[in-house]
């Protein structure tokens, strides 16, 4: 019979649904749900003492609430100190709920936490949190954990619920890893790690004892921090063994088409191409499914290594697909491979999202149907109607850059099981490559195609904005190509494409006699391949672009990039941009335009460009500079982020795990299964290679 729901049942919105945003799916996940940070409330501070600047607990009565309109609306309360009469304080709300004011009724007994600062009405506090007490409630004689929490779960109720899932069994917090793993790194035991990391004990350390909480420097936050990474390896490793059962076809190719390639190509292969070449040659015709992931800085030459790659496995009767991110990249893969294996026996085809109707059912039908050998597109290629049914290889370039979703898309279409091959010029220091990468083979391409001219790099200030545009026209008149990239603007895209637009007819007036083309990120698909086209043919002279150019554009013909407002992006970025010029053999000029005042951070961040050009020195500042949380868009790789451990100062415990990891799979592989379930029950938590 249906029931009418509760407004907090509606579906998405009840406990568990909360929980669940949260990752939290099973108990054991709650007791595995650990502090952010921690607030001490085991004392308490008359109203008349608090100061701006610093974190108070204090305790009053409510004298007014009411609901505001200055500017925003908001809710205030008003708390009187009734040990010390007419010391008030405000709290301020600028989100809340029926509930807080309701909780804040005239008369209420409120205990606040929070900053307090100076407000318009005397001193405040912004978003405290506060409960109702009886009068003369005993103090906690612990510090409060303060949890990550999702929209409509409370702190107090997030508490609860892991305070009860800390007393429901005792096999939550029993110990899964024998001494000889515990001994060597000298860990705490778990459930006395986990017990004290929620509720740690109070006392006269409280404040010494809270910042090492704080930073996870306590050895009960060194423990979750060795268990979550040995979860890493373990998972990598089995995942890395499971893989090693698993069979694939041998495409060992007989050459046919290789060996043309190789001649019509206008160059010989680099030392390095040669060698991760033989690398993947091998991996093809053993049998296990390959999983490599092809490393090599922008302009390294990965793309043809890729050609090679795929032309085995066509020779070996296989189909082949060939992803990138943006279609703008596939398109220029897909006309690239078309230019060098003009004539050859096999038919290629083409799909992306942007593809009228005809002829995107005419490519996908020559796909399902098995005709075509070689498919290249967007991630539009594992969409549900397209088939491969003879697929054989799969070929992901800048496969960072491919959402988790997409990721997920990939393996659903059984990928599993086909040779992958995955390229990324995102530098990877030796650290995250060992934690995150651990289920992969790698191979770098380590040296750059002869006949490269280094790009020299300048820092111009915004002031002298009008000799940059002059360097621009001559550069056009040397019959030469330019790109200009539009400042990055994080809060507004409108804005971005604003100023882009702007750029672009100023530019056009300025330059005279010379076309600019433009590129951003809301033009039409067959806008923007028309723009691109016009430059790659050098009917254009200057392209202005937002940042959808960082993305592997190859126009050998380009000897200037501008870059504008380069104060604004991250190394990794500039990075990939100035890799789009030098590729020629002419000299080529990186001018980064900057205006002042720029932050600390920025500042680091232009000296790192400006001095170095060896992309995997840069990642490694990057990661100095940022911390590995944000590095490289690690983030947003789907790649799993470790929650607890922090990359760059835990690498002995890394390497702890790893080699505990290796021990514990050889003499208790029991242990390292209640060691995973643990950590990840079921889930698969690891993406890994997608
Ligand atoms: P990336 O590794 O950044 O994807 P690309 O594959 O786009 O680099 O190659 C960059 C440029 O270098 C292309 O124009 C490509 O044709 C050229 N190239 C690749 N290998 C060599 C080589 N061995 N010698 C000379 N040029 C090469
Ligand atoms: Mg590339």
């Not at 709920?97 to 005239?106: D, E, G, I, R, T």
Request: with cysteine; charged share 25%.
């Amino acid at each position: 019979m249906a029931r009418k729901k509760a407004a907090s049942e509606k579906p998405g919105n009840t406990l568990p649904d909360k929980l669940a945003r949260l990752g939290i799916a099973r108990e054991q996940d709650l007791v595995l749900h650990l502090p952010l940070r921690y607030e001490d409330h085991t004392h308490l501070c008359p109203i008349a003492v608090v100061k701006p600047g610093a974190a108070w607990q204090v305790e009053g009565v409510v004298v007014r609430t009411d609901v505001q309109y200055r500017g925003r609306r908001q809710l205030t309360s008003v708390l009187r100190d009734d040990a010390d009469r007419g010391a008030t304080l405000v709290l301020r709300f600028f989100h809340f709920y029926p509930n807080h004011q309701k909780s804040l009724a005239v008369g209420a007994r409120i205990r606040a936490f929070g900053e307090v600062r100076d407000g318009s009405a005397g001193l405040e506090m912004v978003h405290p949190s506060f409960h109702v007490v009886a009068e003369g409630t005993p103090l906690p004689d612990r510090l409060t954990p303060v949890y990550p929490t999702t929209a409509g779960l409370s702190q107090d109720a997030l508490r609860k619920v892991v305070s009860r899932a800390l007393e429901s069994d005792p096999a939550l917090l029993a110990e899964t890893l024998p001494p000889w793993t515990r001994d060597p790194a000298s860990l705490w035991d778990f459930g006395r790690a986990v017990r004290y990391l929620h509720q740690p004990p109070a006392d006269d350390a409280s404040a010494a004892i809270q910042a090492s909480l704080d930073e996870r420097r306590h050895p009960a936050w060194t423990r979750l921090k060795f268990d979550e990474l040995l979860a890493q390896q373990l998972s990598l490793k089995m995942h890395r063994r499971a893989r090693a059962k698993r069979r694939a076809p041998r495409l060992a190719g007989d050459g046919s088409l290789t060996r043309i390639l190789l001649e019509r190509l206008p160059f010989a292969l680099t030392r390095a191409q040669t060698r991760v070449l033989k690398e993947i040659r091998s991996d093809l015709t053993r049998g296990v499914p390959m999983q490599r992931l092809l490393q090599g800085d922008v302009g390294s030459g990965k793309t043809v290594v890729a050609a090679l790659a795929a032309l085995q496995a066509i020779e070996s009767g296989k189909q082949v697909a060939f992803m990138a991110p943006t279609e703008i990249l596939a398109e220029q893969h897909y006309r690239k491979l078309a230019e060098w294996l003009k004539d050859l026996p096999l038919q290629m085809a083409w799909l992306a999202g942007s593809l009228p109707a005809k002829e995107r059912r005419k490519a996908i039908e020559a796909m399902t149907g098995g005709e075509a050998q070689l498919a290249v597109g967007t991630h539009a290629l594992f969409q549900d109607e397209v088939e491969l049914p003879r697929l054989g290889l799969a070929i992901v370039d800048e496969q960072h850059r491919f959402g988790v979703a997409q990721r997920l898309a990939l393996r659903q279409k059984g990928i599993g099981d086909t040779h992958q091959l995955m390229m990324s010029a995102t530098p990877i220091p030796r650290t995250l490559a060992m934690s995150f990468y651990a289920d992969l083979d790698v191979s770098v391409i380590d040296e750059m195609p002869p006949g490269r001219t280094p790009v020299v790099t300048k820092l111009v200030s915004e002031r002298r904005r009008a000799e940059v545009v002059e360097l621009v026209r001559k550069s056009c008149l040397a019959g030469r190509q330019v790109y200009w990239v539009c400042p990055l603007i994080e809060e507004s895209e409108k804005l971005e494409l604003q100023t882009a637009v702007a750029l672009h007819a100023d530019l056009s007036a300025t330059l005279e006699g010379c076309e600019v083309a433009l590129l951003h990120g809301r033009m039409k698909p067959q806008d923007k391949s028309a723009a691109m086209q016009r430059f790659v043919g050098g009917e254009a002279k200057v392209l202005v672009a937002t940042t959808v150019i960082e993305v592997g554009v190859d126009v050998p013909n380009a000897s200037l990039m501008v870059i504008e407002h380069a104060e604004r992006f991250g190394l990794a970025q500039l990075h990939q941009l100035r890799g789009r010029v030098g590729r020629g053999s002419s000299e080529s000029v990186c001018v980064l335009l900057f205006e002042e005042p720029m932050s600390a951070t920025a500042k680091a961040r232009l000296k790192v460009i400006y001095e170095n050009t060896d992309g995997f020195e840069i990642a490694r500042q990057d990661l100095l500079i940022r911390g590995p949380g944000e590095f490289m868009g690690v983030r947003q790789s789907g790649v799993p982020l470790l929650r607890f451990a922090d990359l760059e100062r835990d690498v002995k415990l890394i390497e702890q795990a790893r080699s505990a990891a290796d021990e514990l799979l050889r003499r208790e592989p029991e242990a390292a299964r209640a060691h995973l379930e643990r950590w990840m029950g079921g889930k698969q938590a690891f993406l890994g290679s997608g």
